[in-house]
T-cell receptor
Framework: GQNIDQPTEMTATEGAIVQINCTYQTSGFNGLFWYQQHAGEAPTFLSYNVLDGLEEKGRFSSFLSRSKGYSYLLLKELQMKDSASYLC??????????WGAGTKLIIKP | GAVVSQHPSRVICKSGTSVKIECRSL??????MFWYRQFPKKSLMLMAT?????????EQGVEKDKFLINHASLTLSTLTVTSAHPEDSSFYICSAKGLAGDYEQYFGPGTRLTVT
């Protein structure tokens, strides 16, 4: 079956760095997405990786290793507004998005 | 960036009634629209995929006669929850995809449905 695993919840301190991991087992691979979702709101796009390596976008970076079925989202200089759920999603061989359950990130002052 | 709107943002209806949710792409043509459902503290669950002018493709376990999807134009898709029950109460989110090769889905703000 298809599976996306990510931690349920993480806690970090304002100003620090946090890494949210995602591992996947899917039928085929056509890209991995990270989305941010604040409570009661729809997800917003953060990043897209289809080749191995690191994609940097401001305070956020996303890494992909296709051979390991692994990705991480790195958030630097954490701000209180970064408190949200972070969803990892993989597009499979049929170009369907398979979603992880999300990681709730709690930022403490 | 591309903007997708949903209407209404919140709706309360009585059991047995039907409710329609609209999803519009405001500044681009959406060849494909997706309808998701999300329970509290859970991830998104894809309900169906619709392409403009053709019938929606429903995911396994989603009743097509209960969740009617119409994608009549390149900027509008509607989801109608028919004969609503309290267990249909949920957060419904649409997303839209534009041109072929555009990998990003643009999400609407979601609709909170409460069935009493």
């Amino acid at each position: 079956g298809q599976n996306i695993d990510q931690p349920t919840e993480m806690t970090a301190t304002e100003g620090a760095i946090v890494q949210i991991n995602c591992t996947y087992q899917t039928s085929g691979f056509n890209g991995l997405f990270w989305y941010q979702q604040h409570a009661g709101e729809a997800p917003t796009f953060l990043s897209y990786n289809v080749l191995d390596g690191l994609e940097e976008k401001g305070r956020f970076s996303s890494f992909l290793s296709r051979s390991k079925g692994y990705s991480y989202l790195l958030l630097k200089e954490l701000q209180m507004k970064d408190s949200a759920s972070y969803l990892c999603a993989v597009r499979d061989e049929d170009y369907q998005l398979i979603w992880g359950a999300g990681t709730k990130l709690i930022i403490k002052p | 960036g591309a903007v997708v709107s949903q209407h209404p943002s919140r709706v309360i209806c009585k059991s047995g009634t039907s409710v329609k949710i609209e999803c519009r792409s405001l500044d681009f043509q959406a060849t494909t629209m997706f309808w998701y459902r999300q329970f509290p503290k859970k991830s998104l669950m894809l309900m169906a995929t619709s392409n403009e002018g053709s019938k929606a493709t429903y995911e396994q376990g989603v009743e097509k006669d209960k969740f009617l999807i119409n994608h009549a134009s390149l900027t509008l898709s509607t989801l109608t929850v028919t004969s609503a029950h309290p267990e249909d109460s949920s957060f419904y989110i649409c997303s839209a995809k534009g041109l072929a090769g555009d990998y990003e889905q643009y999400f609407g703000p979601g609709t909170r449905l409460t069935v009493t």
